[in-house]
């Protein structure tokens, strides 16, 4: 591929005719100077140029070193690949054993009609009706047979397809493990990818999977000869994507994901692919204006329903022998009624599993599921559902069933399946987190003022904690956790890019401090007159410095690791927790005492502090810290204080399965039981409605707080300055509290008109509500935010007038 850009014969002149005009500049500028001016700023030239030309040298080297890289051999490719198949065994075998799954079902597979694969010439390389036909794979097979059948193919392609709970993405599991058995140095390693990540119309197909890969195995989202090692090997198909789940993506987007595959991955390139075969059919229906097109080279096979027998071989020989007795009842039903509702709901792999772990594992007795309330395979599916958490918490552990349903909730609500210990902060209130923030905050200012005697440092660090935490909540996204470790580098590679982080920090650090001084001497210029150029590019280069001296010590110690080591939930969190609190502790430290010697010591002792907070508090870490204490105080997070904690022990039970540093509910199916099952359980209708509730409540906690600090008695503030920031803290103090009423009103409406409603509170509860809800009865609007908008602006303007008018006189 051709390099776009400037060539390096147009960088050099570039380069000296630039020099060239610094120089004459520089010597322009100090000819009409005193000699000690000139001296100041001959030395402030000597710094600037000294970093000018260290700083590309610096450059120059690295690029030295990677153009060496580039020459070097493909070996640490081959190892890393190596280091990769040994991690997914390890990994893939744990996580077998922690879903109990070394006993497995007897699944069949069966053939798809013609019209959901492409044609036979192209999948199998002959047409049906040549003479090679014969050999072709058998369209039939059992999952213990998948690798031979994979391996037969002559693309070595496969869509799995079946109902839900049917054991797709078990299959993959174990056709990814006997890939990696079965594969010798040098092949390609198979690699399971949940493609519901995958967003088809912003990515292609080779940038997501590199970029999944890099971000489960930080190790190879290293950069080398520009791009990373996760990418080197997706474009040299030196990885088997196994892509599970095609169902669970939007569904505009799964057409469109095969498009792609099939644009961009050549049909000769092995791939696996899995999808529930409702959802899988639906591309291919005829009615739909644009139908979508089959996987190119790629064999379709659909699992098939679980055998009656294969069922009570498998219970009986699940169960100790002691207690085989209690199924027999259960098992002359089945034998008795193979079309009954209790066979059909235990065809499916999922569903005999969750038998087992209810009945054949615990004193539950079976023949419970003979009772007459469980007459539809529905009610006996949901029976299982609802007995599978309590027999993995045998200990009869109430709070957490509670817990996992509130997860489940929170997932359904933002259409997500993966529990991320970084996004847990966001299902909490948001009003809640405010609040810790602005307390914490606080507490530092309470902390500073034993050592500076002065009040601005109370209401500097009230202001600031709300601002930082309503900036929080307003951000909305969760912040992501750091994947790299900290240690020193010791290969070159890692020396080279450690460098080059520096050498891009500093140069960085170097145009910050020009640019402040520039703005600070103009500014300085235009309002006092003064020249005050030289001590601004003067204290802009010593912020600069004493800021990008510790923030490059952390870049230095910033290295990928090990690729031994995958992006679990707990490593994840380490990784986090590590770079937290080196960059708040630099940060802390070398802003603060600068500030107390260059400036006022109230600001040395509460900004050093209060960049520190505000950098653990923008962390994932500090994001689930904050989490802790509001759930500490009763806060409705409605999750553990120990969340990640109670995660962890959910997975060693069996009730969640880990997907790189994220979980994942055992099965979808289970995840939507628990969510329908949820006590605080609303539609997605009520979402704007709670959004809405937290703003209000922020917007009241905000103008509560500025009133705070304002009016603090130990602030010797001027009458005519409180009396000109009153709408300040007025509009959203009036605005939240009116705003929670109607959400209040709103919530006993029970689906009659805002007024009606609020009429018939009042003559319930009496008269007293009068004054706190008479907007609602006489502006009898449908909108909830337009009333509040209007109360809050007449009651704004009635004090302004109030004390214009009439609080001179007084």
Known sequence: MRRSGLSGAVWVVLGCASLAAVLGGAVWFLAGRTLADADSWASVGGLVLGLAVGVP?????????????????????????????????????????????????????????????????????????????ASAPDPTGRVDEAVRAFLRLPNRRLVVIGEPGAGKSVVALELALGLLAARSPGDPVPVILPIASWDPAAEEPDAWMARR???????????????????????????????????????????????????WVPRSEPLVLTCRSQAYRALFDTDSPRPAEPLAGAAVVELEPLRTEDVIAYLRDATPQRLTAKWDPVFEHLEREPAGPLAAALSTPLMATLARSAYSRTNADPAALLTGRLGSRATV???????????????????????????????????????????????????AFVIVIALLFTLIGLVDKLFVDDPIVLRAAL????????????????????????????TAGEASRALRA???????????????????????????????????????????????????????????????????????????????????????LSTGPMLWLGTAPWIGVFVGPAIGLTLWVRSAWGSLGVLRVATLARWPSRLPVRVLGFLDD?????????????????????????????PYRRDRAGGPQAGMKSLYAIAAAVGLGAAVVLYFPAFSLSETFLVRVVALWLFPLVFGCYGLIGEWLAKHAAGKPLGQATGALVQRHGRWLLPFVFPFLLLRWRS???????????????????????????
């Not at 799954?101 to 699944?107: E, G, I, M, Q, T």
């Not at 904690?465 to 909540?473: D, I, K, N, R, T």
């Not at 996204?477 to 750091?482: D, G, K, M, S």
């Open 784 to 810: 909830r935010v337009l009333v509040t908008t209007a109360v809050t602006a007449y009651w704004v303007v009635l004090v302004q007038l109030f004390l214009v008018a009439v609080f001179p006189w007084l």
């Open 502 to 588: 520096i050498a891009t920090g500093l140069g960085a650090s170097v145009a910050a401090g020009f640019g402040f001084g520039l703005v600070y001497g103009y500014v300085t210029l235009v309002f006092s007159g003064d020249d005050a150029l030289y001590d601004g590019i003067m204290a802009g280069f010593a912020i600069t410095t004493v800021v990008a001296v510790p923030l490059s010590l952390v870049m230095l110690m910033t290295v990928p690791a090990d690729i031994a080591r995958a992006a679990t939930p707990r490593a994840t969190l380490r990784s986090d927790r590590a770079r937290t609190l080196l960059v708040a502790a630099t940060a802390t």
């Open 213 to 263: 890969i890099a971000d489960t195995y930080p190790a190879l989202g290293a950069i080398e000869a520009g791009t990373t090692f996760a990418g080197h090997l997706v474009r040299t198909r030196r990885v088997l994507p196994v892509l599970d789940g095609l169902d669970e993506m939007a569904e505009p987007s799964r057409a469109a994901a095969i498009h792609s595959v099939n644009r």
């Open 381 to 431: 599916e949901d029976h299982l559902l609802e007995r599978f958490v309590p027999a993995h918490y045998p200990d009869g552990d109430a709070k957490a069933l509670r817990w996992l349903r509130s997860l489940a909730w929170q997932l359904e609500r933002r259409g997500r399946q993966d529990i991320a210990w970084w996004e847990l902060p966001q299902a909490s209130s948001r009003t």
């Open 650 to 678: 959910a997975h060693r039970r069996g009730v969640l399965r880990q997907v790189g540093a994220t979980y994942r509910f055992r099965h979808v199916r289970l995840q939507e039981h628990l969510a329908r099952t949820h």
């Open 57 to 133: 040298g610096l450059v120059v080297s690295i690029a030295s070193l990677r153009v060496a890289r580039r020459q070097a051999p493909a070996a640490p490719v081959d190892r890393l690949l190596e280091e990769l198949a040994t991690a997914l065994g390890v990994e893939w075998r744990r996580e077998r054993g922690v879903r109990d799954l070394n006993d497995l079902l007897p699944v069949r597979w069966s053939g798809v009609a013609p019209g959901l694969v492409d044609r036979p010439e192209r999948v199998f390389g002959f047409g049906l009706d040549d003479p090679g036909s």
């Open 463 to 490: 202001a600031t904690g709300l601002a930082v935490g309503v900036g929080s909540v307003l951000a909305g996204r969760a912040c992501l956790p750091a994947r790299t470790g900290l240690r020193l580098p010791t």
